[in-house]
């Protein structure tokens, strides 16, 4: 059996998704933060029809 850690995800940053075509603000605020360092990733939430950049952290 395989123990695994808990991870609680933080909101770095949110995005409308009514954009205009072919812009795509949250890709590119991801990947500066991935530049940086941070492993962020995009992630839709259809409740508030929003893309939110969102980093994994682990408790501590």
């Not at 995800?9 to 991935?34: I, K, Y």
């Not at 530049?35 to 259809?46: C, F, H, I, P, R």
């Not at 929003?50 to 682990?58: E, I, K, R, S, W």
Request: glycine fraction near 8%.
């Amino acid at each position: 059996m395989t123990a695994t850690t808990a991870q609680a995800r933080t909101v770095l940053e949110r995005f409308p998704a009514g954009g205009p075509r072919g812009s795509r603000p949250a890709e590119e605020f991801a990947a500066a933060q991935r530049a940086q360092g941070t492993n962020a990733q995009v992630v839709m939430d259809l409740g508030s029809d929003q893309f939110l950049v969102v980093a994994n952290v682990t408790p501590q």
